[in-house]
């Protein structure tokens, strides 16, 4: 047998951990987290693991994607594990694909959820923005990356804590690509993956003009304001405040979307919300279809009416 081997990638998620304990308690194999990063990380931090393989080295930071799956290549050729799991992050994803198709291995994405049947895997992913639920068969060993949604516990108990520092790949010395800056976001600071409460503008916001009354009703809801795509391809709101597959993955204890349409791609990013309440004036909105509450009404109405009750 292998190793169940859990790639954590420059934000370590020890959810992912939790998430990973299961399938190797019923595999018979050793949690094991590899981290590849400049420092040493603490020893806290992934404690849920039976062994952590550290990997150092100055071209480790900042990230890269090359670098850093120089390095996964090289931990599943020496470990040959029978599962290799990711968070299904733009990070993530990037460098399990590439690690995969360099060792040979099969490549599932958008994974919600893994059993095992036999030597097999049976997975059901996210597809269409989440609109379908694909399962499929997978013949160990084999590669998955898990929905950030999927991602609901912390650890519950400790791993054995054993630490492994593997030598950096010779790759790492002669990498064909490089960091030349980071080009800071407008609101960089935000991070919506962590917000309790929600509120969210679609297209029907009209203009940038009119952000300011749902960026009043945050305000009276201590909610952090986002976006989807079209409002941020717009420029009427920072794209760090973006939502959806080519932004965050947020599960708040409440969505407000004001005016958005529901688009697969943003759905993807909302539906593990534990309360969805949409306001749009399309009767239609494919927005209704994942809501728990609805009101076919003018967003702005609505939106004005509550700051002012919450005020």
Known sequence: MGDVLVYMDPTINSRLLAFARPLADALGDS??????????????????ADVVVEVSHPALSPYLPEAQQAVLSAVIAERSPDMVLVENTTAGYD??????????????????????TGHDVESSSGIYGGQLLATARTALPAVFAVNSIALHEEPSSGGRGERVTFPPPPALDSLRTAFLEEVADEDGDVDLTTADLIVCVGRGIGGA??????EDLAGALGAELAASRPVIDSGWVPKARQIGKSGAHVTPKLYLGLGVSGAPEHVEGMQGAELII?????????????????????????AEELTQILG
């Open 209 to 214: 003009d009119n952000v300011e009354i749902a």
């Open 278 to 302: 949409a306001v749009n004036s399309d009767p239609g909105a494919a927005i209704f279809n994942v809501a728990h509450y609805g009101a076919v009404a003018d967003l702005f109405d609505v």
């Open 95 to 116: 460098v399990a694909a590439s690690a995969a198709a360099a060792a040979d291995l099969p490549f599932v994405g958008y994974c919600l959820g893994l059993s095992l």
């Open 31 to 48: 949690l094991v987290a590899v981290v590849a990063s400049a420092e040493p990380v603490p020893a806290d931090a992934l404690s849920a």
